[in-house]
């Protein structure tokens, strides 16, 4: 499977003026998937197809084939949705998983994507299916069915021959780049007397929203599989109901101010910040509701020849970035001579 940890599998796509105002933004790829995802279940003629080559039909139909001998295609099957991973590591593609679903079970294909303006390319096609599963009620995973028993991968071509635009009507939506809104955290991190009143972070009542009942399902959840736990399990899902205030003070504000007070102790300030990390996804979310959209930055900090890193996590909510979790200590890094 295409590694996540590496973040190998992203895109930066153009903006669409109607929904954005920036210069850039970050697509939602759920229309190019859904596209995809029924040329694929409605078993069309691939040659027909605006994204043809003689090689990526050749893949194509090697999963076509597979799909057919498992009854994976149109009416049994629909699409589901697209879920993706997208990075600035690599800022023009994407991990795509495309998911279907039938009465009885969910499937899913992975291919990656690129896209350049408005053509997109496919640059590889996992050589199998995967089942979508939820270790946790709000934590999706994919899993290989081992379908096919090689390990091959298909790797299309490379060219402007198989890039292609799906749509001349319909443009995926997207979500601003998020950089700037990083910067501006940051910025207010190095500020420790804005950092609480800061729009960029979650309120109570947003947290009350997002997290809290995430995190009690997980405390639930606990207790079955950490019985030897289960007295201080108790005393945190105490806490988490009866007074969501004081958890939201200990468990979120507690991080931001412990990572503020620690960047002001050291005297760091925007000019310290070497570079900013992110990925985007809609998937693998702990404590958080399926298929939300969830930014992972890390802020690296320069200073006197040592590196340190700023871990943060923002949510996609209501048409905007939210910080909802901050690492309380910065971590190290390690620098090749």
């Known amino acids: 499977m295409i590694s996540s940890n590496k973040f190998l599998l992203l895109i930066v796509l153009y903006c669409f003026q109607t929904v954005c105002a920036q210069d850039s933004c970050v697509i939602f790829p759920d229309g190019f998937g859904r596209y995809l995802g029924q040329v694929f279940l409605e078993q069309k003629d691939i040659t027909k197809e605006p994204f043809y080559t003689e090689e990526v039909a050749q893949k194509w139909n090697i999963l076509s084939d597979v799909a057919k001998t498992h009854n994976v295609s149109a009416p049994e099957y629909t699409y589901y949705k697209t879920y993706f991973l997208t990075s600035n590591i690599e800022p023009d593609v994407y991990d795509l998983y495309l998911v279907f679903k039938s009465k009885k079970d969910t499937v899913a294909i992975e291919i990656e994507a690129s896209k350049n303006k408005e053509l ?12 979508l599963i939820n270790p946790r009620k709000n934590s999706e995973q994919f899993v290989s069915n081992n379908w096919i028993t090689d390990d091959q991968k298909f790797y299309p071509n490379l060219n402007q021959t198989n890039a292609f635009s799906y749509s001349k009507d319909k443009k995926d939506d997207c979500f601003p780049d998020p950089l700037s809104f990083i910067k501006e955290y940051a910025k207010q991190l190095f500020s420790s007397s804005t950092v609480d009143t800061s729009t960029t972070i979650v309120t109570l009542d947003e947290y009350k929203e997002t997290y809290i009942p995430s995190m009690l399902e997980v405390l639930e959840k606990a207790k079955i599989k950490s019985p030897g736990d289960l007295e201080q399990i108790t005393k945190i899902e105490k806490q988490v109901k009866d007074t969501p205030e004081e958890f939201y003070k200990s468990y979120f504000l ?16 925007e000019e310290n910040i070497d570079h900013i990390e992110f990925r985007i996804q809609n998937f693998r979310n702990e404590l958080l509701g399926k298929g939300k959209i969830l930014l992972e930055a890390n802020i690296i900090l320069a200073k006197n020849n040592q590196k340190e890193g700023i871990r943060c996590k923002a949510l996609w909510y209501h048409n905007t970035w939210k910080i909802i979790y901050q690492q309380a200590n910065t971590f190290g890094i390690t620098t090749d001579n």
């Open 120 to 131: 997109w390319t496919l640059r590889k096609i996992e050589s199998d299916f995967f089942n």
């Open 254 to 269: 507690e991080g931001i101010h412990r990572i503020s007070n620690y960047v002001n102790e050291n005297q760091f300030s």
